[in-house]
């Protein structure tokens, strides 16, 4: 797939645990962040965002937790299913070029043992 | 179903080809992008079209052109392509033609494979 060829880090977790994806962002400047997941085959699917004046934000079975002063961003899936198999990205919207789209990072992937 | 479509979902062509991918959203939004995701490395943004106009052209190379008509469509119109072009192009879609600080919804996908 077109995730092969980097080397991704992969966090493996048993099927029921819960799961905590971490991504480290560079620009103080960054005001919005969102988490994508993308399976095999698909293209990237919005899961949760949150805005840099929040700290934490919750949806169905996923957190996302900011830390603004360390520039730390993170995932937190409950309860981890085998259709949460798949590689995560974070993405953040960088203010200070002007840029009107997301960057992303290269991903982590998820795999869940049953 | 994301709303944003794209064809064709698998695309072989020569060095010497020309061929156009098609993006299609039915969301109302009037910003568009095109990502390339390769084997190699991370999405990157070649295009940003905001209310049919392009804003942002990301150091892409011009055997890429694209090619906006209307808010809801958006293609990418390739020709003389390199083997290292090959990878899925990602079309995408968000609201708001400022800073771009709502969720982009992406398609499926074009993977290119150039022989």
């Known amino acids: 797939g077109e995730n092969v060829g980097l080397h991704l880090p992969t966090l493996s977790v048993q099927e029921g645990d819960n799961s905590i994806i971490n991504c480290a962002y560079s620009?103080?400047?960054?005001?919005?962040f969102i988490w994508y997941k993308q399976e095999s085959g698909k293209g990237p699917q919005f899961i949760i965002d949150?805005?840099?004046?929040?700290d934490k934000r919750q949806g169905q079975r996923v957190t996302v937790l900011l830390n603004k002063t360390v520039k730390h961003l993170s995932l937190q899936i409950a309860a981890t299913q085998p259709g949460d198999s798949a590689v995560y990205f974070c993405?953040?919207?960088?203010?200070?070029?002007?840029?009107?789209?997301?960057?992303f990072g290269s991903g982590t992937r998820l795999q869940v043992q049953p | 179903e994301t709303g944003v479509t794209q064809t064709p979902r698998h695309l072989v062509m020569g060095m010497t080809n020309k061929k156009s991918l098609k993006c299609e959203q039915h969301?109302?939004?009037?910003?568009m992008y095109w990502y390339k995701q390769s084997a190699k490395k991370p999405l990157e943004l070649m295009f940003v079209?905001?209310?049919?106009?392009?804003?942002e052209n990301n150091s892409v190379p011009s055997r890429f052109s694209p090619e906006c008509p209307n808010s809801s469509h958006l293609f990418l119109h390739l020709h003389t392509l390199q083997p290292e072009d090959s990878a899925l192009y990602l079309c995408?879609?968000?609201?708001?033609?400022?800073?771009?600080?709502?969720?982009?919804?992406f398609g499926q996908g074009t993977r290119l494979t150039v022989v």
């Open positions: 995408a879609s968000s609201q708001g033609s400022g800073i771009m600080n709502t969720e982009a919804f």
């Open positions: 620009n103080s400047a960054s005001d919005y």
């Open positions: 949150i805005r840099s004046n929040m």
């Open positions: 993405a953040e919207n960088r203010v200070d070029t002007g840029r009107r789209a997301l960057t």
């Open positions: 969301l109302g939004h009037n910003a």
């Open positions: 079209y905001s209310l049919e106009e392009r804003v």
